[in-house]
């Protein structure tokens, strides 16, 4: 499987990457090389072998449900590019 | 033309937890803005997400209250969207291996027209997940600019999903009623609608019966069952209109105005269904223990299909009124009380119940919390029905005197002198008098005017203020007329 031009643009899209035309081809050819990668691991017979979900192979660990933050909003809002009674701001969004 | 209704539900209800799900932010209702959005709500870099123990006991609770199937090992994944209201650019989920796998509800429907008779069914449920909630998007202060507040991000949610087993509005608005009773039974959520912690996604679509499963609109966010039902019956309308006027239904996501009673396709976003979910290596699969099933098995409550079955086998009730009276765990809670004080008398309780109880309620616009009357209280006062102290309409006397007034059924009987006469000497010396002052209409009655009965018994229930003993001035009555 290889990506065409399109298949790039549409995934910098989604990702909300601006991409000029020489950065789309350059991000083709090594999507592609990874994609060359990715059939090589397809072509290994892995029959039996269960699925991993992840590179370790460990459970998650569990937090008790008890509450350990603090209001910390004036710290976080002081690097906001603009707030307003406590919300942040953001250009208008409407469905 | 004859069409079918295929309807499947998606519920997203907010778990009770005291936490974020994956941070120890509080997710207590109406704080200030922000003030409950710490670093993991907000999204700063470099922070990662610790799985509340709380969410996921929930969800197993629910897997065991439906008779699910509760994954060993599930996983989450990222769904990739870009919203201001989700900064992280991606809300996490679970995909493919999700807490909670197929089980079944089964619900009592209660059709919206005509004289049709309730009826019971189950529906099945493909899977619940946990996930976490968005923050909220506050709208109209400032010019062009939109406020985020993101107090709610990172709220556990369990999105429960149905197979499309619903085949009306009435259908779908039962399963969702039982559902939000159950999550509240079993205490997994405040279900509470305005607050958004309970809300529905209904998927709708239209087919001729037998055919292939039409293409289905789906109405978002439904937070009230009245809407609910009020948004299918226009969209049902809306897709045979469209249909049998040569049109085609395309996939769409749709809103519901209640202002109008109308819905609506939102903008479709390009890409809006374009999620590349994969397994969010932030976290690593949750494993839960079949000791660990087992303990929180050991933690629920009765459930309300249990105690049905209970009520109809043991009590003698009918499943309409086992149903109704396992309607929420307070309402249940509240007959058990009652039927412990007269335990012969499991259909007398459910009737005032279902009756008086509810009924006064209902005017009143107060749940079953927020009754006036104690169980206990109910309870003193049918052991009053039940041993013969008042009668019946003396009892709803006391009932009215109580819900209004408070006091125990002993007190109030005292103070209104309702108590019944059930002294049969009195009772057939008041016949007596009755018979005497009335002979020509005896004459009448013994000639065979079987209808001149109510009138003596009037004339005796008059005498007697009210308070002769019905039955046993009826049986008194009929022995000194037939002479």
Redesign the interface.
Known sequence: MSLSLADVE?VA??A?LAMNEQEIQAAQTQLNSIFGLIAEMQAVDTTGIAPM????D????????????T???EA??AIAP?V???????????? | MQWEIVIGLEVHTQLSTNTKIFSGASTAFGAEPNTQADAVSIALPGVLPVLNKGAVERAIKFGLATGSHIASRSVFARKNYFYPDLPKGYQISQFDLPVVGQGALTIQVEPLSGNAKPYEKTVRITRAHLEEDAGKSVHGDSQGMTGIDLNRAGTPLLEIVSEPDMYSAAEAVAYAKALHSLVRWIGISDGNMQEGSFRCDVNVSVRKPGAELGTRREIKNLNSFKFMQQAIDYEVQWQIDTIENGGKIHQATILFNPDTGETRAMRSKEDAHDYRYFPDPDLLPLEISAEWIEQVRATLPELPQTKQTRYVNDLGLSAYDASILTASREMAEYFETVYAAVPKDAKMCANWLIGEVNAQLKRDGLDMAQCPITAQQLGGMLQCIADNTISNSGAKEVFRTMWAEGGTADAIIEAKGLKQVSDSGAIEALVDEIIAANTDKVAEYRAGRDKLFGFFVGLAMKASKGKANPAQLNDILKKKLAG
């Open positions: 549409k899209r989604l909300r979900s992840h590179a370790q460990l459970a998650q660990r569990l937090r008790q449900d008890v509450v350990t933050e209001n910390q909003r976080f809002q603009q307003e009674q406590g919300l942040y701001l953001v250009p208008q969004v409407i469905e």
